[in-house]
C-alpha cells in the first residue's frame, strides 16, 4: 500500500523540478527573428517537454491509484479495462485535463478530482509562464 504512494510522491517531485527548471530557464540564444519580436524556438521546445512530462506523470498517477480503488470512470459508468487500457485511459485524461479540453468522456473520482485540479491549474500556469519568459528575455535584450 505504501509503495503506490512512493511513486505518486516520486512523480510529484519530478513535475515539479521540470516546472521549476522551466521557470528558471537561462536561454543560450537560439531566438527566430521576427518583424516585432521574437520567437524562441528553444523556450518554446522547453515548454513542449515540461507540458508531456506533466501529461505522463500525471497519468502515471492516475494509473498508479487505480490500484488504490481510485479510478477514473467512462461515461458515468465503471468499466473493467486491461492493464493497457487503464495506462492509455490515464494518459489520455492526463492530456484532456492538462490542456482544459474537458470533453467529459473520462471522469475521476475520490481524491483523483483533487489531482485533476492540481493539473488543470497547471495546465493554465504554463502559458503565462512562457509568455512571461519571452517578455523576460526580449526586455534583457533590449536592456543591452
Request: aromatic fraction near 14%; proline fraction near 2%.
Amino acid at each position: 500500500m505504501g509503495i503506490p504512494w512512493i511513486f505518486f510522491i516520486l512523480i510529484m517531485v519530478l513535475i515539479g523540478k521540470s516546472i521549476y527548471d522551466f521557470i528558471q530557464y537561462k536561454s543560450i540564444h537560439s531566438r527566430i527573428q521576427m518583424k516585432e519580436g521574437h520567437f524562441s524556438l528553444e523556450i518554446f521546445i522547453a515548454m513542449l517537454v515540461v507540458y508531456c512530462i506533466t501529461m505522463v506523470g500525471y497519468g502515471l498517477i492516475y494509473f498508479i491509484l487505480s490500484f488504490q480503488g481510485i479510478v477514473i470512470v467512462e461515461h458515468g459508468e465503471l468499466r473493467e479495462v486491461t492493464i493497457w487500457g487503464s495506462v492509455i485511459h490515464s494518459i489520455y485524461f492526463s492530456g484532456v485535463t492538462i490542456l482544459t479540453l474537458g470533453y467529459g468522456d473520462l471522469a475521476p473520482v475520490g481524491i483523483g478530482r483533487i489531482i485533476a485540479i492540481s493539473e488543470a491549474l497547471i495546465g493554465y500556469i504554463l502559458p503565462a509562464a512562457f509568455v512571461l519568459k519571452v517578455v523576460q528575455i526580449s526586455s534583457r535584450d533590449s536592456d543591452k
